[in-house]
Every structure is written in C-alpha cells, then in structure tokens.
C-alpha cells in the first residue's frame, strides 16, 4: 500500500492499475530508415550505394522502400503499445510530456504518444493556462500547464518545445518540492478508488474460481487462487517440492481436444492425427513416444463426444458460431471471455455450451458431476447473461439460450437452468464481499 510500481509497458500487459501513469510521452524515436543496410522480410537485403562521381552514399529504391516499410511498422507498434499502456489505468490515466506551439497559428503540438492524443481529441487550441479541461461522453481531459521559470519563452529550450516550471533548477533542487511550482489541482491530491477495484475486470477462468469458493473441501483452495490472482497475494501455504515426474499428457491433454473442438474435427476426418500432433506440440508435448500416447487419448475422447447427443445438436443445428468472445457489465464489474458453442436449432432457439475438461475421480456419476457443475454457474451466467443481451438486441425480442457444460473426459452434458445461473449471478457482489473480506 502506498508503493508506486515501476515497468515497461511490454511487462504490463494484462495488469490494471487504479493509477496508471505515462511519463515522457513527448519522446520520439530517432529514424532508422536511413542505414548503411537495412533488411525487409519481403524486398530482403537492401543496401546504400556509392556514386563515384559524387563520392556520396545515395539511397536507391529499394533502399528508400525497405526504410518505408520499416517506419510504418515501427510506427504501428509504437501505437499498439500506446494502446496497451492506456488501457491498462481503471481510474486514471496521467499522460506527461513536453509541448509546443506552431509559430504561425499558436496551436498546440507535440511529439511522439502525446502528439498522437493532441490529435485524437482536438487538443490543438488549448489555451495555457494552469487547467483545462474538456468534456467528452465517457469523462473529461484535464490538462495543466505549469507556469514557464523566469526567463524562459514559448519555443525555447531543446528541440524547439516548451521549457516550463518543471524544468526550473528551483523546482529540481528545491526541499521540499511541494509549494514550489503550484501543482495543477487534482493531479497531485490522493486518488480514491473503490476497495474492489482489483476485481471490476474478471476473466472466464476466474469467474470459475469464483463460482467454487463456496464448494465443501475445494473452496478454501479455488479462494486462495483468485485472490493471488487479482491482489497478488502471498500463497497461504507452500507446496512440497517432489522429485516425482509428473506426465504432462494428461494435464495437457485437454487443450489439445478443445483445440480440435475449435474446429470441429473428429475421427476420420482427414489429417486429424497430425493436427493433434501438431497440437501436442504447441503444448510442450515434445516426446514421440509421449506425442503419440496425447494423439491416441484425444482421438478417443473426440470419438467419445462425437457419439454424445451434443454432437447431434450441434451437427444439425441452423447456425453454429464457435469461440465467441463477448464482454458482460453487470454495472459494478466487467466479465469478459469466451463461449465455446453458441448455436441456434431449427426450431429458432438457441443454446450454449461451455467445455470443460475437469477429470471428477471416484464414482463419476451423473448426479456427481451435476453437483460438481455448480462451481461453473456463475462462469456460464454471464456468458448466458451477454448471449441473452446480444441475441436480444439482434432480433428485438426477448431471447434466453438455453445453457450446457460438457464434462468432455466423462462424456456428459449437464443442462443449467436459468434460474440456476442467474441465481448465481445475482449473488455475485456478495461473494466477492466474501473474496475480499
């Protein structure tokens, strides 16, 4: 509490902060498309050639193609990560940076990110002044302008932008600093955010985790892992190190079903054996002997699926739609993530289906695994929930899907009642409560 923590944006990716802030956004990186070599993956190899009449290395075509190409790709991804490190702030976003103005007109301009968001919301005619602020439908630009050290003017100082209080060698070496330069009201007072802020943004797996906090024996264990999860929490215990291998066809195997699943392919159909190979791979399965044991399980969990009634739905549905992603506000929290099967039968209702491939040991039976399906309640209700809204604003009707989960490694498929999953929903605010004490 009370720590400012430090990193690049590359190193934020995922994270969300209440404060989030972007510190010398006025910086631009030098060009590189004038190089003695410069390499395209597409024109390859292009170089600068010497013209002996004028004894000067001159750029030929392909080398002022290459450069091109190079600038416009290291300028898309300076604004992807421009995109990353503002989407990162829940509450607020402090941008800071070094400005100018055009000598002609006096607008405002600058480099690099900040001269992108000068652009992107008209900035251009801010006057100076200690705040200014602009009104836009989702909040409000509030930009300050420390007052200029004596001496210095408008276009003065490096590369012809602004020089302001900040740079004052009054302001660097000042003790303290407060009350030396006046801080731009709001900026420097301290933020206030809501004490579940860590958990306004939920992922599908952790409204799974969350849905199991209340499960007799495994609880306690699914508590612990969200609350690492959201608050980086210490872990309560510490697990015994074992020198025992485990085999990670069986932790991985799973994932290479559901990929195949993605596509809908099953025994019989054409190269599936080397795509699950391929799949096994890409799951760190490396191992012929081990490779050939994941291909030979997840060929008979897909026949396994493929003689289910959920095959049948699916098969002779009107419209399919696999790994939809969707977002949820439930006006506290945002859930977001991704339906596995979202169909529409052709009696015109709709269905979901969220796979699972959780392996319930001892007497897996069905009531077993209908008990175990209440930790996925509040996980498939706001998939259900968005589904509902989505389909509903589609077709200007009311349309409730109906909901499944598929335990893929028993084979069955359990049916959700609405009121099961939106029971869940509605509990939602307290057993975060609960999470966060």
Same mark, same amino acid.
């Given at each position: ?17 209440? @404060?989030?802030?972007?510190? /010398? ?18 024109? &390859? ?43 990162? *702030?829940? /509450?607020?976003?402090?941008? &800071? ?31 100076? +002044? ?67 802020? *860590? ?68 025994? &019989? ?21 081990? +490779? ?12 396994? #699926? ?11 549905? *009107? ?21 596995? @099967? ?10 979901? @289906? ?13 009531? $077993? ?20 809204? +989505?389909?509903?604003?589609?077709? $200007? +009707? ?6 499944? #989960? ?7 498929? #359990? ?23």
């Amino acid at each position: 509490e009370g720590a400012l923590t430090l990193m690049t944006v590359h190193k934020s990716k995922g994270l969300e902060f209440p @404060v989030v802030v972007l510190v /010398d956004t006025s910086w631009r990186k030098n060009s590189i498309e004038r190089g003695l070599l410069l390499h395209d993956p597409q024109i &390859g190899l292009a170089c600068r050639v010497l013209d002996v009449a004028t004894n000067q290395l001159e750029r030929p075509y392909l080398h002022r193609r290459a450069g091109l190409l190079r600038e416009m790709r290291e300028d898309a991804e300076r604004r992807r990560l421009l995109y990353v490190a503002a989407t990162r *702030a829940q /509450d607020y976003l402090l941008v &800071g940076g070094q400005v100018a103005r055009n000598k002609k007109d006096g607008t405002l301009r600058g480099e690099g990110w900040l001269g992108w968001l000068i652009d992107a919301f008209d900035l251009q005619d801010a006057e100076r +002044q200690p705040e200014h602020v602009r009104d836009y439908p989702w909040g409000s630009i509030r930009m300050s302008f420390p007052e200029a050290a004596a001496g210095d003017t408008e276009g003065g100082g490096g590369g012809g932008m602004e020089r302001t209080g900040w740079d004052s060698p009054n302001v660097r070496e000042a003790q303290p600093f407060a009350g030396v330069v006046p801080a731009p009201s709001g900026l420097l007072s301290e933020p206030r955010f809501r004490r579940d802020a *860590a958990a306004r943004s939920l992922t599908g797996a952790q409204m799974a985790d969350l849905g199991g906090i209340y499960l007799p024996d495994v609880g306690a264990l699914y508590k612990r892992r969200l609350r690492r999860s959201l608050l980086h929490d210490a872990p309560a215990t510490i697990e015994t190190v074992t020198a025992r291998r485990r085999r990670p066809v069986g932790r991985k195997l799973g994932e290479i079903v559901l990929k195949a699943l993605r596509w809908w392919r099953f025994p &019989g159909d054409g190269d599936l054996a080397s795509l699950l190979r391929r799949y096994a791979w890409e799951e760190g399965i490396v191992e012929p002997a081990q +490779q050939q044991e994941a291909v030979e399980r997840a060929l008979k969990l897909l026949d396994d #699926i493929r003689a289910t009634d959920l095959y049948r739905w699916i098969e002779d549905a *009107a419209d399919v739609y696999r790994a939809v992603p969707f977002v949820y506000d439930t006006g506290s929290r945002t859930a977001h993530g991704t339906i596995d @099967v979202l169909f529409r039968r052709v009696d015109g209702t709709w269905a979901l @289906v969220q796979y699972t491939t959780t392996f319930i040991g001892g007497d897996a039976t069905e009531s $077993a695994i209908a008990n175990h399906a209440q930790r996925y309640h509040l996980q498939l209700g706001v998939q259900a929930a968005a589904a509902r809204d +989505q389909l509903s604003r589609s077709t $200007a +009707q009311p349309i409730v899907p109906d909901a499944f #989960i598929h335990y893929i490694r028993h084979a069955q498929t #359990i049916a959700v009642p609405a009121s099961a999953w939106q029971g869940a929903l509605d509990t939602l605010e307290s057993t975060i409560g609960d999470l966060l004490g």
